[in-house]
């Protein structure tokens, strides 16, 4: 028995040493060298650009008979900021309001790249607002209004480097493609969806598609001492889920035993504290293996020995913090209640919905059977229109990601690049019928602050980093396609 408890000893020993080894082995890269220099800008112009784009308030259409004249007049304003481009451009409208923007490169056997953007902007009822969501206000070095952030700026930002490099005499050898939805808010099935498959049907094939997504933060959170810049390679599916309890109405006075309120509101508590498994999928790994070599020794211990820690680590990366916890699982978020009508009766049916974001490897289907037996048969579960599964994730051997990461190191100087699912959602989940190079990026650092402000009162862009993102697609620009 004594030797059995050496041997044991040992053996734990012998682990700790080879996942220490393995940690101290695991180093980061030396930095490449880079002739980049950032260049000057037109600060006046880009503001005055993203301002007067934001005028234009191309809110999301309730759906695609509506009126979008609107959108009509935010081309044309596009097409009057940047005439080099709109010299040079094939313009093909696509199902009445989205818009493809064709720049030829002078070498037809490259494959195109695709700079996706969507024109459209959630509502923005006018109060709690400082100034007009509608206004294009420029104070305290920022650019104030609805899709000043989402996603405008980006817009602003691709066309503008485009539009220097064509004063500059630089044509494109490889062609260019900037596709335009009109209804990513309400997850692009008339405009981007539209737009691919008017490309496929070309046979267009893309040697990579670039939209918003992944963003600069802080690396503390991950025990990195410097800034981390995030490429989506992929993103979670999408599904709302309708609970609807029936029971007896009645007056309230003389309440039935079980109620419909009563038993939905058990079964969304259900739901919420049944919290999906969380799994390890390819970009989680992908992401974490990338920044490993960066974290502190604690940190780079963990992960570097994942595959040992798997049953410890898991659910501590689901406790430390929401993005984390998003990263690692299925999240099942109640958004929305109904009843009766006045407080005083019982409704005989009660409804609520559950949003979910489905994690790679899972299923809208596996979701909703989840769901069912949660809270039971007694409670009937539908989907929403709109739903869809987990997008295929995106290459990042290719050359085209190389070049995308190396853009973003030069730019943001030294920044720690990574692929990670991207947690919401965009219009690029619809082009990988055209190429596994997909990539979701947003170059704009933000603030917690100016975060939050994307679909709230007072979004707005600050204008340093609005510069930046212009010079980001610049060198993207002259890093693949001239």
Same mark, same amino acid.
């Given at each position: 028995m004594q030797i059995f408890g050496y041997c044991v000893l040992a053996a734990v020993v012998a682990l700790i040493v080879f996942m220490v080894l393995r940690t101290l082995l695991t180093r980061a890269p030396k930095r490449e060298a880079s002739d980049y220099a950032p260049r000057e800008i037109d600060e006046a112009r880009l503001v005055e650009h993203l301002a007067g784009a934001v005028r234009i308030p191309t809110v999301t259409l309730p759906d695609n008979d509506a009126d979008g004249s609107i959108f009509y007049e935010y081309q044309a304003y596009l097409e009057k900021c940047y005439p080099l481009i709109t010299a040079a451009a094939e313009k093909t409208l696509i199902n009445k309001y989205a818009v493809i923007y064709e720049v030829k490169g002078s070498d037809e056997s490259l494959l195109p790249a695709a700079v996706l953007a969507h024109?459209?902007?959630?509502?923005?009822?006018?109060? &709690? +607002?400082?100034?007009?969501?509608? %206004?294009?206000?420029v104070k305290d070095g920022y650019v104030y209004g609805r899709g000043s952030q989402d996603m405008k700026s980006q817009m602003i930002a691709a066309l503008e480097a485009l539009e220097i490099l064509l004063e500059e005499g630089r044509k494109p050898v490889r062609t260019i493609l900037f596709c335009f939805g009109h209804d990513e808010e309400l997850r692009g099935t008339y405009g981007a969806k539209e737009i691919s498959a008017y490309l496929e049907s070309r046979g267009v094939r893309l040697e990579y598609v670039i939209d918003e997504g992944g963003t600069v933060?802080?690396?503390?959170?991950?025990?990195?001492?410097?800034?981390? /810049?995030? !490429?989506?390679?992929?993103?979670?599916?999408? /599904?709302?889920?309708?609970?609807?309890?029936?029971?007896?109405? %009645?007056? *309230? $006075?003389?309440?039935?035993?079980?109620?419909?309120?009563?038993?939905?509101?058990?079964? !969304?508590?259900?739901?919420?504290?049944?919290?999906?498994?969380?799994? +390890?999928?390819?970009?989680?790994?992908?992401?974490?293996? *990338?920044?490993?070599?960066?974290?502190?020794? &604690?940190?780079?211990?963990?992960?570097?020995?994942r595959d040992i820690l798997s049953p410890i680590l898991k659910p501590v990366l689901c406790a430390v913090s929401p993005f984390t916890n998003c990263l690692m699982r299925t999240t099942l978020a109640p958004t929305q209640a109904e009843g009766a009508s006045t407080p005083n009766t019982l409704p005989p049916v009660a409804k609520g919905t559950i949003n979910a974001r489905i994690n790679t490897g899972e299923t809208v289907e596996e979701v909703r059977d989840y769901i069912q037996r949660v809270v039971g048969k007694h409670v009937r579960i539908s989907v929403l229109e709109g739903s869809i599964d987990p997008s295929p994730v995106s290459d990042t051997g290719s050359a085209a990601y190389a070049a995308l /990461?190396?853009?973003?190191?030069?730019?943001?100087?030294? @920044? !720690?690049? /990574?692929?990670?699912?991207? !947690?919401?959602? $965009?219009?690029?989940?619809?082009?990988? =019928?055209?190429? #596994?190079?997909? @990539?979701?990026?947003?170059?704009?650092?933000?603030?917690?602050?100016?975060? #939050?402000?994307?679909? &709230?009162? =007072?979004?707005?862009?600050?204008?340093?980093?609005?510069?930046?993102?212009t010079r980001f697609f610049i060198r993207l620009y002259e890093n693949t396609c001239l």
């Open positions: 024109q459209d902007v959630v509502p923005a009822p006018e109060e &709690g +607002w400082e100034v007009p969501p509608f %206004g294009g206000d933060l802080d690396g503390k959170l991950l025990g990195i001492d410097n800034k981390i /810049a995030l !490429i989506g390679t992929c993103e979670k599916g999408y /599904a709302d889920f309708v609970l609807e309890v029936e029971k007896d109405g %009645g007056h *309230a $006075s003389a309440p039935t035993k079980r109620t419909a309120v009563g038993m939905l509101a058990e079964a !969304i508590a259900d739901v919420e504290f049944s919290k999906r498994r969380p799994h +390890w999928t390819k970009p989680t790994v992908e992401m974490f293996r *990338a920044l490993a070599p960066y974290m502190n020794f &604690g940190f780079k211990l963990a992960l570097v020995n /990461a190396r853009t973003i190191k030069e730019v943001f100087d030294g @920044y !720690i690049v /990574a692929p990670y699912p991207f !947690i919401a959602a $965009s219009d690029a989940k619809h082009y990988y =019928n055209l190429t #596994n190079n997909v @990539y979701r990026f947003t170059p704009f650092e933000k603030t917690v602050e100016d975060a #939050n402000r994307i679909h &709230g009162v =007072n979004e707005r862009q600050d204008v340093k980093m609005l510069v930046q993102g």
